[in-house]
């Protein structure tokens, strides 16, 4: 089955340091996603991205946070300059237009360390 | 917003032990996904529900769509030990997002 591919698996950073985290969604998906999972919590929203522009995002999506698809397939969440409350998972996520069958897919995330 | 309350939030069975979670929200939702995550690992969709009163089985899974909309229970059969993990519900809110439960984190003991 198609997978949403992320990359890297895991990055350690330096407090203040921009991070990007990098996703292949589903190539024939249309809504993409960013969500984090601070370790020991449940996932989070913060942003999602239709047709070229940002539809939504949550009030953990500031402005040190910024996302893009520059090409047809990557589509990156960029922290500008990271703290060490940015330390968690960062999951990617695609779907169709249509919500059915396997709706929403997560990719296996990102774990980011920010010392 | 929406929110989900997930019960209970952890479990401690036998192997073999039949396992019952539910999710509950004050306000409707019109689909509502089960997902189950590995450690260090992403969300992985167990279950997909789309309409209410739907009864939907995936092996030894089974989810059911309240009747209200407004709840969701996942059970697991004859449980074994890889379906240890956490084990999230979720909706769309909106057009656009997926709010989750907090999860409930099962663990198995042989």
């Known amino acids: 089955e198609p997978e949403v591919t992320q990359t890297p698996s895991h990055q350690v950073t330096q407090m203040g340091q921009e991070v990007i985290l990098r996703c292949v969604p589903i190539s024939n998906h249309l809504y993409f996603y960013w969500y984090r999972q601070i370790l020991g919590q449940k996932v989070e929203f913060l942003v999602s991205?239709?047709?070229?522009?940002?539809?939504?995002k949550s009030e953990i999506f500031d402005d040190q946070f910024s996302v893009e698809r520059p090409d047809g397939s990557n589509f990156t969440l960029k922290i500008r300059s990271t703290k060490l409350e940015d330390s968690a998972m960062y999951f990617c996520?695609?779907?169709?237009?249509?919500?059915?069958?396997?709706?929403?897919?997560f990719g296996s995330g990102t774990r980011l360390t920010v010392v | 917003g929406q929110q989900l309350n997930q019960s209970p939030q952890s479990m401690f069975i036998q192997e073999g032990e039949d396992v019952s979670m539910n999710c509950t929200s004050s306000?409707?939702?019109?689909?509502w996904l089960w997902y189950k995550q590995d450690p260090g690992e992403g969300p992985v969709l167990l279950i997909a529900l789309y309409k209410a009163g739907e009864l939907t089985s995936n092996g030894r899974l089974t989810a059911q769509f309240g009747i209200t909309r407004k709840d969701s229970f996942l059970n697991i059969s004859a449980s074994i030990p890889s379906d240890v993990g956490i084990y999230f519900c979720?909706?769309?809110?909106?057009?656009?997002?997926?709010?989750f439960g907090q999860g409930t984190r099962l663990t198995i003991n042989p």
């Open positions: 979720a909706g769309p809110q909106g057009a656009q997002k997926l709010v």
């Open positions: 991205f239709y047709n070229n522009e940002i539809s939504e």
């Open positions: 306000s409707i939702f019109n689909t």
């Open positions: 996520a695609s779907r169709p237009f249509l919500l059915t069958g396997r709706g929403y897919t």
